[in-house]
């Protein structure tokens, strides 16, 4: 007797793929699990938006939304801006936020004074924030006053807390990457939906980088 086959989003399953709660399996003509629809944004923050699904705050960020019933994947502080996700799925949520995810963020940062090699070391190295030591991380120079840092951590307004440990304040602050996706020309204030392949990077072992 021939084994039946099983079937994933209507494709011939290969032996050991990976499926999740997305995916519809079929087994002939047997449904095995329905895969439940959810949407997935990414979404360019303009500098003045509040990251708050309240709308009744001023400047909130709910207008920006594709679709209802979606939340963030983190936040920026209003003064900051760039790349930030939406989406109704827990466990993209889970994939990218909070420390125990390990999932990369980038930044660019400009600053109102010039910062010495001594200034980017000791934030590679790590400064005393809201009581704790941030993690050593990645500081590549961009310019006299600009740099682009690397966080793991989601501390409350982490980058102008460790630059104002340096003496700078920061003009400008834009996220440009989230773990393997990159903000690039998207323009401030537009969204673009995920593609399957992208989403998948965030639900696999090693998705950080």
């Given amino acids: 007797m ?16 990976l499926v999740s709660h997305r995916d519809t399996v079929m087994m002939e003509d047997r449904l095995l699990q329905q895969g439940t629809q959810y949407y997935y944004y990414a979404f360019h923050k303009p500098r003045g938006i509040e990251c708050t699904t309240n709308p009744l705050i001023p400047d909130s960020i709910v207008p920006f939304f594709p679709k209802e019933h979606l939340y963030l994947v983190g936040r920026l502080d209003k003064a900051s801006e760039g790349l930030i996700f ?16 390990g999932c990369e963020k980038e930044y660019y940062v400009e600053t109102d ?6 200034d980017l070391q000791q ?23 600009a740099f682009r840092i690397i966080l793991t951590q989601g501390l409350n307004r982490q980058i102008r807390r460790m ?12 996220r440009i990457r989230i773990g393997s996706y990159y903000l690039g020309s998207l323009p401030a204030g537009e969204t673009k939906a995920l593609k399957e392949e992208e989403i998948r990077a965030f639900m696999k072992p090693g998705h950080a980088q």
């Fill in 163 to 174: 630059c104002h440990k340096r003496e700078r304040q920061v003009t400008l602050l834009r």
């Fill in 2 to 17: 021939s084994e039946k086959k099983i079937f994933v989003n209507g494709k011939c399953a290969i032996p050991n793929q």
């Fill in 113 to 118: 004074l010039p910062l010495s090699e001594e």
């Fill in 123 to 145: 934030l590679r190295q790590g400064v005393k924030i809201l009581g704790r030591m941030t993690n050593p991380c990645e500081v590549y120079r961009e310019g006299d006053s």
């Fill in 86 to 101: 939406m989406t109704d799925d827990d466990a993209f949520y889970k994939a990218i936020v909070g420390e125990q995810a």
